[in-house]
């Protein structure tokens, strides 16, 4: 299941942060998965109490609203692996949050697309664009202030769908 952070996120963005949570600009949400109820329960329980989170936080934490939905299943495509085969071999194509996952964990090597304009490649935690030769660490531009960050967010986001239309393709 996934959790969904929906009302009163803003002050305690770095609390849902450093637990893992992945922001979604284009909803102003805060998620994350689950694997049962319980283990949120067990989270939120950590989240909200003073000895956790601190006392400011805490009732900042406390007032977050969470929406619950059950994740997608994976999609799995059969694709027949050459022309001189009959076996076919099963590909799976990850969600978009794992996807976000594995960019900033800097485990998508050697990935060419397209940003824009410009023609970019992801190799780890850099990212090279082609024209112009601007090159983006995505561990350290989210540091520089809040805009880089939201910038950064959204670049990752383009990306990870980016990276799932090309396994879609192939």
Not at 75 to 80: L, N
Not at 109 to 132: A, I, P
Request: hydrophobic share 35%.
């Amino acid at each position: 299941m996934k959790a969904i952070a929906v009302k009163n996120t803003f002050n305690a963005k770095e609390s849902l942060k450093i637990q893992g949570f992945v922001y979604d600009p284009s909803t102003k949400t805060w998620s994350k998965d689950f694997s049962s109820q319980s283990e949120f329960d067990e989270f939120y329980s950590n989240f909200t109490s003073a000895a956790y989170s601190g006392r400011k936080k805490c009732k900042f934490n406390a007032a977050v609203v969470f929406e619950f939905v059950e994740n997608k299943p994976e999609v799995s495509e059969s694709v027949k692996a050459d022309s001189n085969t009959s076996y076919e071999e099963t590909i799976v194509i990850p969600s978009e949050e794992e996807v976000v996952k594995m960019i900033k964990a800097g485990e998508i090597k050697d990935f060419k697309f397209s940003l824009g304009r410009y023609k970019t490649v992801l190799n780890g935690y850099v990212m090279y664009m082609e024209e112009g030769g601007n090159t983006i660490d995505i561990r350290e531009v989210g540091k520089i202030s809040a805009e880089h960050e939201k910038n950064l967010s959204m670049i990752i986001d383009q990306t990870a769908k980016a990276y799932i239309n090309r396994l879609h393709k192939n």
